[in-house]
């Protein structure tokens, strides 16, 4: 078994690989655009959970080229338990899109996840290599995924590479591959996804979107968050989902079932959500109130 100061080593040599390896072509085709003036740039996010009492504050910083560079969240739980979370995002000089992100995790565990994201011409994520650490207390674990995206014409190729690096008690035990093939509408939203599981699962994604103005759609990390729903009822993010009002992923194999999430909105003078109402398999009936500011 390796000593801790010979594990913390490893780490900061895997770290020191993967970074070397992220700023070989740092600013690789990431375009500098200039920021829209608007007043609908997001500020604070206040989720409460019906079922649980749970609630969860965001809050949003920006600097002065009106970027996002920090998302800080603090959920309180009914339990006597606090989680707390930030996520920082790095530019290279003028870019638009962050090449990196670094989040921490803390409460009654801590991880970190280290993101490294590339673009194509035209601010398209093509890739993003991954690191999380965990540790409880008793365990350590780290984990390197990398996602690769292809895109042609009404379609978004996916393929995901994830392993289990490292463990407290030696080297990782496992290595998962899956595609995805989605569809896209004639706005390049995704109406519906297949994908393959590394054991043979298949989960199947319809979405339904709306015509609503999203509510990410000024942020600079747009492009950089997940591109393709996760097969449990899961959206994506902004860039490849316009506020979807349903989502039902059917699946085969591990965790068979149909999972569905009915959302609404509640929206300003402008189309902009205020609110958003939401029922699925991952949490308890919520609903997330949206406060934006001008910059």
């Known amino acids: 078994m390796k000593t801790i100061p010979t594990l913390i080593a490893s780490v900061m040599l895997f770290s020191v690989f993967l970074i070397s390896c992220g700023k070989d072509h740092p600013a690789q085709n990431n375009p500098v655009i200039n920021p829209v003036a608007d007043t609908h740039y997001l500020s604070k996010e206040i989720v409460v959970y019906s079922g649980t009492g749970d609630t969860t504050v965001v809050t949003f910083h920006y600097d002065n080229a009106k970027r996002l560079i920090k998302i800080a969240d603090t959920t309180n739980y009914s339990t006597p338990f606090e989680y707390i979370g930030s996520t920082t995002y790095y530019y290279n000089g003028n870019d638009t899109f962050p090449y990196k992100s670094y989040h921490i995790t803390t409460g009654s565990f801590i991880d970190t996840t280290t993101k490294f994201f590339y673009y194509d011409a035209s601010g398209r994520k093509i890739k993003d290599s ?3 650490i965990f540790s409880d207390g008793a365990n350590y674990q780290i984990y390197h995924t990398v996602n690769s995206f292809q895109y042609a014409v009404g379609k978004i190729y996916g393929y995901s590479v994830d392993s289990l690096v490292y463990t407290i008690v030696g080297p990782g035990t496992y290595r998962h591959v899956k595609t995805d093939t989605a569809t896209l509408d004639a706005n390049n939203y995704i109406v519906s996804n297949i994908k393959h ?3 043979g699962s298949i989960a199947q994604t319809e979405i339904t979107n709306t015509t609503s103005k999203n509510y990410m759609s000024l942020l600079s990390i747009r492009n950089c ?19 979807p009002s349903l989502i039902v ?17 509640t929206l300003d003078g402008d189309g902009y959500p205020t609110r958003i109402s939401g029922d699925d398999q991952h949490t308890s009936p919520y609903t997330a109130d949206l406060i934006y500011k001008p910059l």
């Open 130 to 132: 991954i690191i999380l």
């Open 197 to 199: 599981e590394w054991d």
């Open 225 to 243: 968050l997940d591109v393709l729903p996760d097969g449990y009822g899961g959206s994506g993010n902004a860039n490849t989902s316009n506020n």
């Open 249 to 265: 992923d059917t699946r085969s194999g591990t965790g068979a079932g149909v999972y569905q999430s009915i959302i609404t909105y």
